[in-house]
């Protein structure tokens, strides 16, 4: 974008309300925010990896070995 290009659009937005700037605002930093750092996959998606690992394990049992080991 050439200088002169940058200032004819910082114009146009200062004629703006100040309701339409914040909303242009908004949706700009939505904008860079996805082209710098692409949205990720939801926490949620991993729900169930490696529940195979636990299969057979009483929840308790290893909890009490865990905090029998904290002792040394």
């Known amino acids: 974008m050439s200088a002169t290009s940058y200032y004819e659009a ?11 700037q914040l909303r242009l605002l908004e949706e700009l ?6 082209q710098v750092s692409p949205p990720r996959g939801s926490i949620l998606e991993l729900q169930g990896l490696g529940k195979e690992i636990w299969q057979g394990v009483d929840a308790q049992e290893y ?4 905090r029998d ?3 040394g």
């Open 29 to 34: 930093t939505a904008f860079v925010r996805h």
């Open 63 to 66: 909890v009490n070995r865990e």
């Open 10 to 20: 910082l114009s146009r937005v200062q004629r703006l309300s100040s309701v339409d």
């Open 69 to 71: 080991s904290w002792n």
